[in-house]
Structures are given as structure tokens and as C-alpha cells.
């Protein structure tokens, strides 16, 4: 009905307020905590809930389907940015997130594409229903494997050509992370976090082992 329709509208944009305000910033501090394969855990998760309430004739189900659908968009962006904050040297961070802001934008055209026939139909009630299982079942899918790959150890690395590694290193005096490591002794994962961190804290830590009397010891043998 009209009013209901109205009602739904009026749902949604409550609850992208709620997402906005609430719901994602909290669920960003919670992965930071818990790790990154749980945002992709959630992701699958919330895509299940819109594929079975977008069958669903009930207010319930609706609240749900508001609730997944304004929550989808904000946590996969989160996603591709942590994503693009792994797989890049810190300098480069801009470039690789906007490149991976683009690939995403182009992989979307023909999906809308295909979607617009359907959308410019008259509404009936089913009309999106086998758009949105198909879909769903491939992203739900997709992100499940991605759950799976990170959580049993198989972490994201920081892709670095020969440039790359003189350019981070340059400070404490090498070229190759093998000689950072010796020097600084830290992992080569510790090493990258620490020079990609927003926290000046851990990025100080990192120049702190260098400037260390041991680390200035590692240095000079």
C-alpha cells in the first residue's frame, strides 16, 4: 500500500541515520579488535539476512531487510579500504585505494545494466526477490571464503616493488627489509604496520628500536 510504502521509506532512512551514526563506527573499532576476517564474517552474514527477509511479507522482516540493506554499502567501503590498507606500501595508500575504488565502480556498470530493465518494470512484490538471492548467495559466498582464507593464517601482504622498500627504508639507513628486520629487530609485518599506523605512538615505536643503543648496535655490525 501506499502507506506502507511510505512507512518503508521513512524505515530506511531512519536507518541509515542509525548506520551512519552508530552501527558502523562501532562495528570499525569492534574489528579493529577482533580482526579483519570477521568483517568479512559479517558481511556474508548481513547479505543472508537480506536474501531471507526480502521474501518475507511481515514488518519484521522488513526491519531487517532495512536494517542489512543501509548496513551492506558502509561495511563493504570499510572493507575495501582496510583491504587497500594491507596490500600497500604506506606511501602509495591514495593510489591503490582510489584504483580500488575505480575497479569496483566499473564491476558495478554492468551489474546496474542488467538490473535496469527489472527496475524500470511495474513494481510488483517479487520483482527483486530472485535479483537479490542470486546475487546475495554469490556475495555471501565470496565473503565466506575470504572469512575462511584470512582466519586460517593466510594474511593479506603489502605487495612492495624494489622502489617501494628503498624508499620506506630509506630512514633507517637499508635497503632491503632483511637488513630493517636485523636492524630493528621486528618482523617484516611489524615493521609495515608500524610505518602505516595513523597512531603516531606505534609509528614512533618503530623509529624508537632504530635510534636505540641496541638498535644502533645491530646497525654497526
Known amino acids: 500500500s501506499t502507506r506502507g510504502g511510505d512507512r518503508l521509506g521513512e524505515l530506511v532512512a531512519e536507518m541509515t541515520v542509525l548506520q551512519g551514526l552508530v552501527v558502523v563506527p562501532l562495528t570499525s573499532v569492534i574489528i579493529n579488535g577482533v580482526g579483519y576476517a570477521w568483517l568479512a564474517a559479517l558481511i556474508a552474514a548481513v547479505t543472508v539476512v537480506l536474501m531471507w527477509a526480502v521474501w518475507q511479507m511481515d514488518w519484521p522482516a522488513q526491519v531487517a531487510a532495512a536494517f542489512a540493506s543501509t548496513m551492506f554499502l558502509p561495511i563493504v567501503t570499510l572493507f575495501l579500504f582496510q583491504w587497500s590498507v594491507f596490500i600497500s606500501p604506506p606511501q602509495r595508500l591514495g593510489a591503490v585505494s582510489g584504483v580500488m575504488s575505480a575497479l569496483v565502480s566499473a564491476f558495478l556498470v554492468p551489474i546496474i545494466v542488467i538490473l535496469q530493465p527489472t527496475a524500470d518494470r511495474e513494481a ?11 546475487t546475495g548467495a554469490i556475495s555471501a559466498a565470496g565473503f565466506a571464503l575470504v572469512f575462511c582464507r584470512v582466519a586460517n593464517g593466510r594474511d593479506l601482504e603489502v605487495v612492495l616493488v624494489e622502489e617501494d622498500e628503498v624508499d620506506l627504508l630509506m630512514t633507517f639507513s637499508v635497503c632491503r627489509f632483511e637488513d630493517a628486520e636485523a636492524v630493528l629487530d621486528m618482523p617484516r609485518r ?5 610505518l602505516a599506523s595513523q597512531n603516531m605512538l606505534r609509528r614512533r615505536a618503530v623509529l624508537d628500536a632504530f635510534l636505540s643503543d641496541a638498535g644502533r648496535e645491530r646497525y654497526a655490525a
Open 124 to 134: 510488483t512484490w517479487n520483482m527483486f526477490t530472485l535479483w537479490t538471492s542470486v
Open 190 to 194: 611489524a615493521i609495515l604496520e608500524g
